[in-house]
């Protein structure tokens, strides 16, 4: 019954979003976003804590109400970015290419049309139109994506990750062969590499604290020879994307392993810069990223978890 149910739903969420035009569905999906926020105290809290320890980490000290307006902001970034992860198949592609401007294209082109190429990127903003901008420019990538229960949920949101565009979507606990493969045939796999749920990740610095970042885009770049492409795609406006991408130079030392963890550390640091530019719309910090800052201490409410770092 229950997933009659939500099968259900998602048609009935499906149909809606396709029905609705663009500002009204983005007024949806604010006002879900302000609603969630209001109703997830826990999930609002620990929001709170990592976005303030994003700030201190950059210099930046807002008032209690600034950075209230600033959680609120995230959660309703957040709720954009599910609004327009439905609404991605009812585009047709030329018109999802359209409202994508990439910075440096033709120099990011060449990268990748010239040999294998690994895109990491945190969890920020929506990179799913940028996937289906390479697909228009004939350009095909390999995605992970963290699998979803029940399995139903799974197979609804990577149908619309992929969509038909020419992203491969595949289950992140079974990625590394086709991650693999599509690297030696010379093409382009795409890793959101800040939360390291493995829990075997490298020892990293992340905005001042240490953390684990997971190995991977390090890992197959070292392993494969690929060029490290770092980057965002930023949500400017509605149906407005901004992608700003930066090629991350590696050195080999003979020692794989050490090279991983050395790549994986730079790219902590150039996270950095990516995240402090839009915090509102990094959304890893809707989970635990620093061992310091955890449910645990969501749980003890605003006043025990207020900024820190």
């Known amino acids: ?6 099968r259900a739903g998602l048609r009935l969420a499906d149909l809606l979003v396709a029905s609705l035009p663009a500002a009204a569905g983005y007024a949806l999906a604010d006002l879900a976003g302000a609603v969630w926020h209001r109703c997830a105290p826990r999930r609002r809290v620990l929001v709170s804590a990592n976005l303030a320890r994003v700030l201190a980490g950059t210099g930046r000290s807002p008032s209690e109400a600034g950075l209230r307006r600033l959680v609120l902001r995230a959660f309703v970034e957040y709720a954009r970015y599910y609004y327009e992860l439905l609404r991605a198949p009812h585009y047709p592609l030329g018109r999802v290419a359209s409202m994508i401007d990439v910075k440096g294209w033709p120099e990011l082109r060449a990268t990748l049309h010239a040999g294998p190429t690994v895109l990491a990127s945190p969890h920020l903003g929506n990179f ?7 697909a228009a420019n004939g350009i095909s990538a390999v995605a992970p994506v963290e699998e979803t229960n029940p399995p139903e949920l799974f197979e609804f949101l990577r149908a619309r990750r992929a969509g038909g565009r020419g992203m491969t979507v595949v289950p992140l606990s079974k990625a ?17 590499a800040d939360r390291d749920l493995g829990g075997d990740g490298v020892a990293v610095q992340l905005f001042g604290h ?22 965002s795609c930023l949500r400017v406006g509605r149906e407005r994307f901004l992608v700003d991408t930066q090629s991350l130079p ?8 050490r090279d991983a963890e050395v790549l994986t550390r730079d790219l ?12 509102e719309q990094w959304f890893a910090a809707f989970q635990p990223i620093w061992p310091d800052i955890g449910w645990d201490v969501a749980s003890a409410g605003p006043k025990d978890a207020g900024p820190s770092g």
């Open 1 to 6: 019954m229950r997933r009659f149910a939500l």
């Open 128 to 134: 799913e139109p940028f996937g289906a901008f390479l």
């Open 176 to 192: 590394g062969r086709p991650l693999l493969e599509a690297l030696r045939r010379g093409g382009t796999v795409g890793l959101i």
């Open 210 to 231: 240490p953390t684990t970042m997971p190995t991977g885009p390090a890992t197959l770049t070292v392993r494969t020879g690929s060029t490290l492409i770092v980057g």
């Open 250 to 257: 590696w050195q080999t030392s003979g020692d794989r392993r």
């Open 268 to 279: 902590a640091a150039r996270f950095e810069l990516l995240i402090s530019a839009a915090p």
